[in-house]
């Protein structure tokens, strides 16, 4: 489809459209990143209801119900506009106004981000999910000693309601400083046993005691440098602007087109960092059987 939108002009008459109403650069950008976002999240609605109502209800996974699914999807679509649209007014004002756009957008960017995983645990995933405090009890206990034995201090530790959506067992660390926080999925209390849920916390400790995230986020750093260094050079070549039909090079239509462009090649540039993850796994994995003997 996005095949057919492209050979049959879609994105020329998308530009000459937002074009007609006049506005600034900056806000006719923020228009076309709505408009196509949101043709974009029609486009895979019917292919996530699919995999959520077809695929893992099939394998017995799905807790889903419709009503859910529907609102997940709305305060998506709400927190991607609160935060979304200033971040991206903020990289179109910078490429319109700074000759070192890219390296400030790279930076701005980067900010973002670590500002996302600090409030992520505290404000937007409570958006999403159910998080309660975990009871006094054996496994708390359990935890707690874990933690002190690893010289790993633990505070917070929640449940979350995951058997709201599905069946699955998880668990997770999210945030960093003080804002972290151990997340306990209720699917896993009530398929597994106390030391087999003492174990996966242990490979979860394993990851930040080997210091596995800030090499994630160096590496996610250099990721993003690469991006918005191919991107300098794509916004201010008239080529790309002319493959896809548009005769009014935007810095908006731009971006968007890169990422059209650049998506192929993501999965060559996002190899190094899918060997790195694996490698990681299994050196939790070998913590957590050291730490649980």
Do not use: C
């Amino acid at each position: 489809l996005t095949i057919a939108f492209w050979v049959l002009g879609g994105f020329a008459v998308l530009d000459r459209w937002t074009l007609s109403f006049g506005y600034s650069p900056v806000h006719t950008g923020l228009l076309l990143f709505v408009v196509f976002g949101a043709l974009q999240s029609l486009l895979s609605l019917p292919f996530e209801w699919h995999n959520t109502f077809s695929l893992e209800a099939k394998y017995g996974f799905n807790k889903t119900t419709v009503g859910t699914f529907i609102m997940d999807r709305v305060k998506g679509a709400i927190l991607s506009a609160v935060l979304g649209l200033p971040l991206g007014a903020l990289v179109l004002w910078l490429f319109e106004t700074q000759p070192l756009a890219a390296l400030y957008g790279w930076l701005v960017v980067t900010a973002f981000s670590l500002l996302v995983s600090w409030a992520a645990p505290v404000f937007l995933m409570p958006l999403f999910m159910k998080f309660t405090p975990l009871e006094d009890g054996a496994l708390r206990e359990a935890i707690l000693a874990l933690g002190q034995r690893l010289h790993f201090p633990v505070q917070e530790i929640y449940l979350v309601d995951g058997s709201r959506r599905s069946s699955k067992a998880n668990a997770f660390f999210t945030g960093f400083g003080k804002s972290k926080r151990i997340a306990l999925f209720d699917t896993l209390l009530v398929g597994h046993s106390q030391d087999e849920i003492v174990a996966v916390l242990a490979h979860e400790i394993g990851h930040a005691k080997l210091k596995h995230v800030p090499q994630h986020l160096v590496v996610g750093l250099l990721q993003t440098a690469l991006l918005f260094g191919l991107l300098h050079f794509a916004l201010h070549d008239t080529r790309l602007y002319a493959a896809f039909g548009v005769g009014h090079p935007s810095y908006a239509m731009g971006l968007i087109l890169f990422s059209l462009v650049y998506r192929p090649w993501s999965v060559l540039l996002d190899a190094p960092l899918q060997v790195i993850t694996r490698r990681h796994e299994f050196e939790a994995d070998s913590f957590a059987a050291r730490a649980m003997g």
